[in-house]
Each structure stands twice: as structure tokens, then as C-alpha cells.
């Protein structure tokens, strides 16, 4: 019987200044350079900061699931 997969996350913060979506992008596309493997994500909080009366800057905060592999499989 084949093994059920495992997984680890991790959590990190994603940041734009054009969008939510971007922040959540921007995010998942650097934690890629590093992290393989992945499988999914969840938001866990959005915030952003006001200048002038307007959305200035935003921030995402994320788990990112990516599933574990033995040393012999990579």
C-alpha cells in the first residue's frame, strides 16, 4: 500500500502595491525559488496601509501547504 502523502506549511506575508491579488501572487512566486513541492494555500489575513486617504500599500498573510518527500525521492 503506497504511503499517504504528508504535509508541512509554512506561513508568510506577500505584499503589492497595485492589489490583494498581487500581494498573494507575489508571495507564492517567492516562495517557490525555495520551497517545492507545493500544494495549496490559505489566506489568514489581509491588511493594508492608508496614505492620503487611500490604499497605499498591501499586505497578505498566508499558509502555504507543500508535501514532504524522503531523501531518496528528490
Known amino acids: 500500500m503506497k ?6 506549511t509554512i506561513e508568510i506575508t506577500g505584499t503589492s502595491a ?3 491579488e498581487e500581494a498573494l501572487n507575489q508571495g507564492i512566486k517567492r516562495a517557490n ?3 517545492k513541492n507545493m500544494s495549496w494555500f490559505q489566506l489568514i489575513e ?3 496601509n492608508i496614505v492620503k486617504g487611500k490604499v497605499h500599500h498591501w499586505q497578505v498573510t ?3 501547504g507543500f508535501a ?4 531518496d525521492e528528490k
Open 46 to 48: 489581509t491588511r493594508g
Open 62 to 64: 498566508m499558509k502555504i
Open 68 to 71: 514532504l518527500v524522503d531523501a
Open 33 to 35: 525559488r525555495s520551497v
Open 18 to 20: 497595485s492589489s490583494i
Open 3 to 8: 504511503d499517504l502523502t504528508v504535509y508541512k
